[in-house]
């Protein structure tokens, strides 16, 4: 049997912390057959919710959940993880900028830098959920510089499983017979949601998505649209942001991370720029990846044509900008 394994979640007490630590503790995110002890981290005017969270996970009574940490502490909640999922951060209010959220999450993410690159087990695999998750991505980055890059990563999983759902909805097929969708650049409203590349399994084999649609002012314009406000039509509806899709999300980026893709099947994941694509180095950038044995690479050869680069790029500018307005607010 497998050794344990020590699983962190920050923001356990909000709302996609309620719905990702029981899909952890059964094995959605490490595999059925994988231990996990769950550390949590909560504000300290939080613990009596985080404690209650922590009564019920023992209350669910979980073969595979063999410990629970709940804590203010930040150096006892990254102590010795081997996976973090960073979901804790300053929430946007109404009537806060871009600007006012990274003044807020900067200090927060300058600390939990200092907490995993002292604290967390070494080559520790962790996920940025929290927005503006790109550039809390890269903030982490800065300030634990004896953590690996490729160790840091964000979360564009659940604009990625968005457009796999819409072009399942206007095929009518199966979600799980759509693949190889693209998010690109950040986790806004300037991603870029790209379907060129996807493929469908039909009763005539796997064709492409642009074949079998054919409408290119669906796939320019309202596609791309739909999953860039999709977040937007969530809060809408539910007077509350996505919390099930993106715990759901969260597990399915670290499982194909740490598991693998499925061979000819490749996922968006916000990861640190090497300058593919003509993507400026130096900022967290969503791409299409494949992952083996714990490793993800971008994958490579994709045809762009000027259309995906206008939208690329204005996804890189506007990184680019928040990248400057997060050194702003760096403390010394
Ligand atoms: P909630 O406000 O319900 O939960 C956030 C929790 O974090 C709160 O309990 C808060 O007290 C806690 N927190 C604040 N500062 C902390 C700190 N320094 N250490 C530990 N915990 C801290 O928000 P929720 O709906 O759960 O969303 C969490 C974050 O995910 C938000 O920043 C949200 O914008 C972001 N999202 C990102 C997505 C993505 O695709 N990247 C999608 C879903 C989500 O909107």
């Given at each position: 049997?497998?050794?344990?394994?020590?699983?962190?979640?920050?923001?356990a007490?909000g709302?996609?912390?309620?719905?990702?630590?029981?899909?952890?503790?059964?094995?959605?995110?490490?595999?059925?057959?994988?231990?996990?002890?769950?550390?949590?981290?909560?504000?300290?005017?939080?613990?009596?919710?985080?404690?209650?969270?922590?009564?019920?996970?023992?209350?669910?009574?979980?073969?595979?959940?063999?410990?629970?940490?709940?804590?203010?502490?930040?150096?006892e909640?990254?102590?010795?993880?081997?996976f973090?999922?960073?979901?804790?951060?300053?929430p946007?209010?109404e009537?806060?900028?871009?600007?006012?959220?990274?003044?807020?999450?900067?200090?927060?993410?300058?600390?939990q830098?200092?907490?995993?690159q002292?604290?967390?087990?070494?080559?520790?695999?962790v996920?940025?959920?929290?927005?503006?998750?790109?550039t809390?991505?890269?903030?982490?980055?800065?300030?634990?510089?004896a953590?690996?890059?490729?160790?840091?990563?964000?979360?564009?999983?659940?604009?990625?499983?968005?457009?796999?759902?819409?072009i399942?909805?206007?095929?009518?097929?199966?979600?799980?017979?759509?693949?190889?969708?693209?998010?690109?650049?950040n986790?806004?409203?300037?991603?870029?949601?790209?379907?060129?590349?996807?493929t469908?399994?039909?009763?005539?084999?796997?064709?492409?998505?642009?074949?079998?649609?054919?409408?290119?002012?669906w796939?320019?314009?309202?596609?791309v649209?739909?999953?860039?406000?999709?977040g937007?039509?969530?809060?809408?509806a539910?007077?509350q942001s996505?919390?099930?899709?993106a715990?759901?999300?969260?597990?399915?980026?670290?499982?194909?991370?740490?598991?693998?893709?499925?061979?000819g099947?490749?996922?968006?994941?916000?990861?640190?720029s090497?300058?593919?694509?003509?993507?400026?180095?130096?900022?967290?950038?969503?791409?299409?990846?494949?992952?083996?044995?714990?490793?993800?690479?971008?994958?490579?050869?994709?045809?762009?044509?000027?259309?995906?680069?206008?939208?690329m790029e204005?996804?890189?500018?506007?990184?680019?900008?928040?990248?400057?307005?997060?050194?702003?607010?760096?403390?010394?």
């Amino acid at each position: 049997p497998k050794q344990p394994v020590k699983v962190l979640v920050t923001g356990a007490a909000g709302q996609i912390g309620y719905a990702i630590v029981a899909m952890i503790a059964r094995g959605l995110m490490l595999g059925p057959d994988q231990p996990v002890v769950l550390h949590m981290l909560g504000i300290p005017k939080s613990a009596e919710t985080l404690n209650g969270v922590r009564m019920e996970l023992i209350d669910a009574a979980l073969p595979l959940l063999r410990g629970v940490v709940a804590t203010s502490d930040e150096a006892e909640a990254f102590r010795g993880v081997n996976f973090a999922v960073l979901i804790g951060g300053w929430p946007r209010k109404e009537g806060m900028q871009r600007k006012d959220l990274i003044a807020k999450n900067v200090p927060i993410y300058q600390s939990q830098a200092s907490a995993l690159q002292q604290h967390a087990a070494p080559n520790c695999k962790v996920l940025v959920v929290a927005n503006p998750a790109n550039t809390n991505a890269l903030v982490l980055k800065e300030f634990a510089p004896a953590v690996p890059a490729k160790n840091i990563t964000c979360l564009t999983r659940l604009d990625h499983n968005r457009a796999l759902g819409q072009i399942s909805e206007k095929l009518g097929v199966h979600v799980g017979d759509v693949r190889n969708a693209i998010v690109w650049g950040n986790h806004s409203s300037t991603q870029f949601p790209d379907a060129s590349h996807a493929t469908a399994r039909t009763q005539h084999g796997e064709m492409p998505v642009v074949e079998l649609i054919a409408d290119e002012k669906w796939l320019k314009e309202e596609f791309v649209s739909v999953v860039q406000q999709r977040g937007e039509a969530v809060i809408k509806a539910r007077k509350q942001s996505s919390s099930l899709s993106a715990a759901s999300a969260d597990c399915d980026h670290m499982r194909d991370w740490i598991l693998g893709t499925p061979k000819g099947t490749w996922v968006s994941m916000g990861v640190y720029s090497d300058g593919s694509y003509g993507v400026p180095e130096g900022i967290f950038y969503s791409f299409p990846v494949t992952c083996d044995k714990g490793e993800w690479s971008i994958v490579q050869g994709l045809e762009v044509d000027d259309f995906a680069r206008s939208k690329m790029e204005l996804s890189a500018n506007e990184l680019d900008e928040e990248r400057s307005m997060a050194y702003e607010f760096v403390s010394s």
